[in-house]
């Protein structure tokens, strides 16, 4: 059995998504193959889940402070069942909005696995066999445990979407986005989280002033945290799980979680039949066009070198497909993404740091403003804001932008507009404060 399309998909995650949609807009038929829910790691595992244990955790936070500001509070523990129920059924939501959209878009959405046969053909695992003049292979990525002796022993991220309680004594292992933000979760919700974390500091990609900042926010916050200690092993003898770190026995835990990176979603694709090739890191290479090795086969999201963001796998997509049916030309310019770590408080982040700054400009020139955000004050709470501009050339071009603070996330979609713009310092001191916030720090930085 076969059918003729002008482009299939492969995956049903946020890029697949997105090109799916957008070629369905421009007149493309079009064929999604996706074997799990739709809306992949973002929507099920990632992203969304994520979002709700943290605002979950951070009205706990804020319940504690309550009490420190005069109000009258009792102990309220969140009842992590019924939250559950909440955050499924918003995920549910999104689910039946996607077969919505579908539907009228008159995409046919095949719950099916699928192999490349070929650059220009598929066979699904029910035998059926689709043809298109194109494909997008959108599969995405899974958590991954590092080769140690017991980590068949401990959990993933994906993992903790199904636990129904805060572990009483918890080990992370790693320090990237996952890590650490799974570690304010947990700690806020009543976990004692210890990180155990292989290199010398937190979010190797982000400032290291900000992620010092990070870590002395969530010392205070009660998570135990030791660098250099990268995990050896993790044992059980009919009790609680031991780790071994750093040539030590480091403690007894109810649960360890491994947030220690994804891989791509590549194995059984039938790569080799097409003709894609794979970087060292088994990603799908790719050019800037998101074109794979393969003629009319092309990839974007978490199985390519992209950075690993929805927004950038959909952005990667809607302008694939717009060149592909639609004439444009444009295609995704990846230096100044912004990027926020949900971390308490939340750390983001725009454009260069200041050490790759100094790299590539001979003249830089750093702001910095560390302050009590007002909420924090009035609690007398340890928790502190760190706000970072980096700015070069004579003209003072604002190339870096570092939030670490409350409604961090929020502020930093604006301002990343403006440097797209090319915004410099003084358009920003030109710029009249909101007063009081946290924001107007960005505009007063000198």
């Not at 009258?72 to 939501?93: S, V």
């Not at 976990?191 to 290199?199: A, L, P, Q």
């Not at 003249?363 to 804001?385: I, K, N």
């Not at 706000?387 to 071009?397: A, I, N, T, Y």
Request: charged share 20%.
């Amino acid at each position: 059995m076969a059918d003729n399309f002008d482009l299939i998909v492969v995956g049903g995650g946020s890029g697949g998504l997105a090109g799916a949609f957008r070629a369905a807009e421009h007149g493309a038929r079009v064929a999604l193959l996706e074997p799990a829910q739709l809306g992949g790691t973002c929507v099920n595992a990632g992203c969304v889940p994520k979002k709700a244990m943290w605002l979950a955790a951070e009205v706990a936070r804020r319940l504690r402070l309550a009490g420190d500001l005069g109000f009258a509070t009792e102990t309220c523990a969140l009842d992590w069942p019924e939250f559950i129920t909440h955050r499924q059924r918003y995920i549910n939501n999104i689910h039946e909005s996607y077969r919505r959209r579908l539907d009228a878009a008159g995409i046919a959405v095949l719950p099916v696995r699928a192999r490349l046969t070929g650059p220009d053909s598929v066979e699904c695992d029910d035998g059926v066999r689709l043809t298109a003049s194109r494909l997008l292979l959108a599969t995405g990525g899974h958590a991954f445990k590092p080769p140690l002796p017991g980590a068949e022993l401990g959990d993933t991220s994906d993992d903790f979407f199904h636990w129904t309680a805060p572990p009483p004594e918890v080990a992370i292992v790693g320090g990237g986005y996952v890590a650490v933000e799974l570690a304010g979760v947990l700690q806020a919700l009543g976990s004692r989280v210890s990180m155990f974390v292989r290199g010398p500091r937190l979010l190797e990609s982000f400032d290291p002033e900000l992620c010092e900042r990070l870590a002395e926010d969530y010392r205070h916050a009660g998570v135990r945290i030791q660098f250099d200690c990268g995990v050896e092993a993790v044992e059980a003898a009919g009790g609680p799980l031991r780790v071994r770190a750093g040539g030590a026995d480091r403690g007894a835990f109810d649960s360890v979680l491994f947030a220690t990176g994804r891989r791509p979603n590549t194995a059984g694709l039938g790569l080799d039949a097409a003709g894609v090739e794979l970087d060292a890191r088994g990603r799908i290479r790719i050019d800037a066009g998101h074109a794979t090795t393969a003629p009319g086969v092309y990839a974007v999201g978490d199985v390519t070198p992209d950075p690993a963001l929805t927004p950038v796998a959909i952005a990667a997509a809607r302008r694939l497909m717009d060149r592909l049916y639609a004439g444009a030309t444009a295609t995704l310019d990846l230096s100044q993404v912004p990027t926020v770590v949900f971390t308490h408080p939340p750390l983001g982040k725009v454009g260069l740091t200041e050490a790759e700054a100094r790299q590539v400009h001979a003249e830089v020139h750093v702001c910095r403003s560390g302050f009590r955000p007002m909420l924090e004050a009035l609690a007398d709470s340890e928790q502190r804001s760190l706000f970072k501009l980096v700015c070069v050339g004579s003209e003072r071009r604002v190339v870096g932008l570092h939030l670490l603070g409350d409604s961090a996330d929020e502020i930093l979609q604006g301002f990343a507009v403006a440097m797209k713009r090319g915004v410099t310092l003084e358009d920003f001191h030109d710029t009249v404060a909101i007063h009081p916030t946290s924001a107007e720090e960005v505009v007063l930085m000198r």
